[in-house]
């Protein structure tokens, strides 16, 4: 494989979800979530577990507390108590800062699944594990696609449009090329709380490996943005020709899933995105304007990637859920999560609820977005382009 290739390659599977870990600032994650769509119909679980959410007050842990609770199962968190929580009724909270080893408040304590949310640093776990390693009998790690080495996938072959990565490909345990490239430890860190987690837990282990989370609560906009931007109507700027694949998922598709896979006692790994069925960027793009008012007047620019290199729009920051090409089709396999009772709402429905969520949200907070193209330079760069396609006509 090309050097080129392998460069792409690796940070297309960092993307999804590196950059996700380092923006999810607790400050800005203190939104109600109370004002959208709440929960279709959870039903009753069979039986009701009392359950251990480690973190629980940040993106995907809230949604996790409101469908575990609402299936009538005790949920208790673990957190510092920073995050600004708006903890469903009987809900209990504990209290313990993990950077300094305070885990007193889990002693003595039994749970029937411990499910750990915000955990990147092998001694995180290490920590659980010492205390609840004989008082659980389940413990589900929520680590992430940026694990697998996808520049050592051997079955990739050169000519291949097709990269599809399954939970028994190689993970990255090698922290000194990312320090090469920039100190990126995410990955190789995920992978080695893994190991960390199965020395403690043994087969008594669930390792969920989300993409790109998405939807109401999301602190870092990058999905966000696409449907904010739409929204407004106008000449949209969009990224290549519209064939990239996407994978992304909802977060409550995940949270909600994650109790179901306690439920059901689930164990092993899984790849975590979707949807079920290939999304491309321009489907993604019309997929969010399909879910917006019939009368709303837009139309979407494509521009190539060399052109907006030549710009500096950024794929991923500026171009969000865009690694920057169209040929290459990357893509984590989910039929083991699917298999597993993995489902997915309709794009619509994470597109209305997310909407309805963000405008619940501070003004101020609306006007700080945290990705994509501020108005100003989206205008500069379409005019740059229509300037460049009259030239070239
Ligand atoms: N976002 C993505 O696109 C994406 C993609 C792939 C994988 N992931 C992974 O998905 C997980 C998402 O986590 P989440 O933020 O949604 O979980 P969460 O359970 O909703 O929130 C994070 C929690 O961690 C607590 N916390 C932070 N530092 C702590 C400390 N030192 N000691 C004890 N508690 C602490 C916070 O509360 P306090 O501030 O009160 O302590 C908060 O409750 C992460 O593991 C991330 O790596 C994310």
Aim: aromatic residues 8%; glycine residues 10%; charged residues 25%.
């Amino acid at each position: 494989m090309s050097p080129d290739r392998r460069t792409f390659l690796r940070l297309s599977a960092l993307a999804g979800s590196a950059v996700a870990a380092e923006a999810l600032a607790p400050s800005a994650l203190g939104a109600t979530l109370a004002n959208y769509r709440g929960l279709p119909d959870a039903g009753t679980a069979r039986r009701s577990l009392d359950l251990l959410i480690l973190g629980g007050t940040g993106f995907t842990g809230p949604h996790q507390l409101r469908y575990a609770v609402a299936r009538g199962h005790r949920v208790t968190v673990f957190n510092r108590g920073r995050t600004e929580a708006d903890l469903p009724d009987g809900v209990e909270q504990l209290i313990g800062d993990r950077n300094q080893h305070e885990m007193g408040a889990l002693e003595g304590r039994s749970w029937d699944a411990v499910i750990d949310n915000p955990t990147t640093l092998p001694f995180w776990v290490r920590d659980v594990g010492e205390v609840l390693h004989d008082t659980t009998d389940q413990y589900v790690f929520i680590s992430t696609l940026s694990v697998y080495d996808v520049a050592r996938l051997e079955h990739l072959d050169e000519e291949s449009a097709l990269l599809e990565y399954t939970e028994g490909d190689p993970l990255d345990v090698t922290p000194e090329i990312y320090q090469e490239e920039g100190g990126r430890l995410y990955g190789p860190m995920k992978a080695a709380s893994e190991r960390e987690a199965h020395r403690w837990f043994g087969d008594r282990t669930t390792i969920i490996r989300p993409g790109l989370i998405v939807g109401p609560g999301d602190p870092t906009d990058r999905f966000t943005y696409w449907p904010l931007r739409i929204s407004r109507g106008g000449e949209i700027l969009a990224p290549g020709r519209g064939n990239a694949s996407i994978q992304i998922i909802d977060a409550r598709d995940l949270a909600e899933w994650t109790i179901r896979m306690v439920e059901n006692q689930t164990t092993g790994t899984f790849n975590a995105t979707g949807p079920r069925s290939t999304l491309t960027m321009a489907g993604q793009l019309h997929g969010i304007r399909g879910a917006l008012p019939g009368d709303l007047e837009l139309s979407f620019t494509w521009v190539p990637a060399d052109f907006l290199q030549e710009h500096s729009v950024r794929p991923w920051s500026h171009m969000p859920t865009w690694f920057g090409e169209d040929e290459v089709i990357s893509r984590a396999s989910i039929e083991r999560a699917v298999a597993a009772g993995l489902t997915f709402r309709p794009l619509a429905a994470t597109t209305t609820d997310l909407l309805a969520w963000f405008r619940s949200l501070p003004a101020e907070r609306q006007a700080e977005l945290g990705a994509g193209l501020a108005p100003a330079r989206e205008r500069e760069v379409l005019a740059a382009w229509a300037e460049r396609t009259e030239a070239g006509t």
